[in-house]
Nanobody
Framework: VQLQAYGGGLVQAGASLRLSCAASIRTFSSHSMAWFRQAPGKDREFVAGVGRSRGEPLYVDSVKGRFTISRDNAKNTVYLQMNSLKPEESADYYC?????????????????????WGQGTLVTVSS
């Protein structure tokens, strides 16, 4: 399994970016997908997650209303649309995947709950 994240870059505060993560997972639609971020010297934190296509996504409070996670099962890709970016959101952004193992699925938010990880894509927001 490989997860390839891309789309990071340098933007000014208030700008938008869209991150993409292409997954080489045969049963992509049966995996819960998420984005985490890690700033220098800080722990990796959950940003957003999505379970099955029809399920409600989950966001950390600080990004609600500005970030949108979505998935395209036909393309084995998950996206993170980030609007109104803030300098404190500069970080390496990682995509993660883990199999959905129950009918009633709660999107995991802990790093340890994800089996597969991509490399980070760096987002730098200047003030």
């Amino acid at each position: 399994v490989q997860l390839q994240a891309y789309g990071g870059g340098l933007v000014q505060a208030g700008a938008s970016l869209r991150l993409s993560c292409a997954a080489s997972i045969r049963t992509f639609s049966s995996h819960s997908m998420a984005w985490f971020r890690q700033a220098p010297g800080k722990d990796r934190e959950f940003v957003a997650g999505v379970g099955r296509s029809r399920g409600e996504p989950l966001y950390v409070d600080s990004v609600k209303g500005r970030f949108t996670i979505s998935r395209d099962n036909a393309k084995n890709t998950v996206y993170l649309q980030m609007n109104s970016l803030k300098p404190e959101e500069s970080a390496d952004y990682y995509c993660a995947a883990t199999p959905i193992t129950s009918v009633i699925w709660q999107i995991p938010t802990r790093r340890a709950d994800y089996r597969y990880w991509g490399q980070g894509t760096l987002v730098t927001v200047s003030s």
